[in-house]
């Protein structure tokens, strides 16, 4: 599996006490077994993201002439091998840190899980073109729009990208931890972020953040509600032998009622809400600047609680 994250006591699954490493297995047991899991997971093994995935980011880099956009369908035996990954998978290989509670412990499997895919580097897409083809892994990850008038945009070193985590430099396992994000984002539908403000006992822990990918939401990290992360912890728990027809709330989604969010580029400096230390690269910017800077941001109700309401009563005066 991928390497050891560095400034952590890393242990084997199996070193878990019996009554956690049943809880772990379950909770990972039950997320791949859901359709995104599968579906997410696939993507990685075929070696490219499916067309519809890689535009539904709210910042990527792509044109309406990548080639991308012709990757509409898994390409043979993705699907198979994510299949049959799912059901030899055995949680004993992972490393983890021991001290980390169920949900960090199981975002951190599927970041594992989608890192160990990604190096293995068995993908089945290039066995389909051969490497003159315009399709190759590589040149439609490398692809760049023809040169005009604009400048132009580099490519990310993977289209598995969630735009709020692309400090490849500072990763472990350099690109792979990119994917092992964007994988978290598509499954859970944030990358699981915690509050490490202060030392939390079990009974006060407050929820989770996320941080998701997904257009028309809001690009800065939200926590979750006390239902929404009841229901994730829930599903956690189920049965491993759980009814798969009932509904699965996998991929959660952001509302409105998300009403606590933090700016991503103050998460770690300022709230210190983050998972890994290294995830990300935030600005530096003067506090002296901050609220200019905000000042002349577009504003949006989705990002900025309250903002509707406000909009509202100024309109209200001044009629």
């Not at 093994?45 to 067309?51: E, R, T």
């Not at 059901?87 to 594992?112: G, Q, Y």
Request: with cysteine; hydrophobic share 35%; net charge negative.
């Amino acid at each position: 599996m991928p390497g050891e994250n560095p400034g952590f006591v890393t242990l084997t699954v199996q070193d878990l006490d019996a009554g956690r490493h049943d809880a772990f297995g379950r909770a990972v047991g039950n997320i791949l077994s859901t359709e995104i899991a599968l579906e997410t997971y696939a993507q990685i093994i075929d070696g490219l993201p499916l067309s519809d995935v890689a535009w539904d980011r709210y910042r990527h880099k792509l044109h309406p002439k990548h080639p991308i956009d012709s990757h509409r369908e898994l390409c043979p035996g993705a699907l198979e091998k994510a299949e049959e990954m799912r059901e030899v998978f055995n949680i004993n290989i992972l490393r983890i840190d021991a001290d980390l509670w169920l949900l960090e412990l199981t975002a951190v499997a599927l970041h594992e899980i989608s890192v160990y895919l990604f190096q293995k580097g068995d993908c089945v897409h290039d066995l389909h073109h051969t490497s003159e083809s315009s399709q190759t892994i590589k040149y439609v990850t490398e692809w760049q729009r023809p040169p005009d008038d604009w400048l132009p945009i580099m490519s990310w070193p993977t289209l598995f990208t969630h735009p709020g985590f692309t400090a490849v430099e500072q990763y472990p396992n350099s690109v792979a931890d990119i994917v092992g994000y964007w994988a978290e984002d598509r499954i859970l539908g944030g990358v699981t972020l915690f509050d490490h403000s202060r030392t939390w006992g079990a009974d006060d822990e407050p929820n989770i953040y996320f941080q998701s990918s997904r257009p028309k939401q809001t690009y800065r990290i939200y926590q979750l509600l006390d239902d929404q992360q009841q229901r994730l912890l829930d599903f956690l728990a189920l049965s491993i032998k759980r009814d798969t027809s009932e509904p699965c709330p996998l991929p959660l989604s952001y509302s409105s009622d998300n009403t606590v969010r933090i700016d991503p580029n103050e998460a770690i400096s300022v709230y210190k809400v983050y998972r890994d230390p290294w995830e990300r690269v935030e600005r530096r910017i003067p506090e002296s600047r901050r609220q200019f800077i905000r000042d002349r941001d577009v504003l949006s109700a989705s990002d900025h609680p309250g903002l509707e309401e406000q909009l509202q009563e100024l309109l209200r005066r001044s009629t």
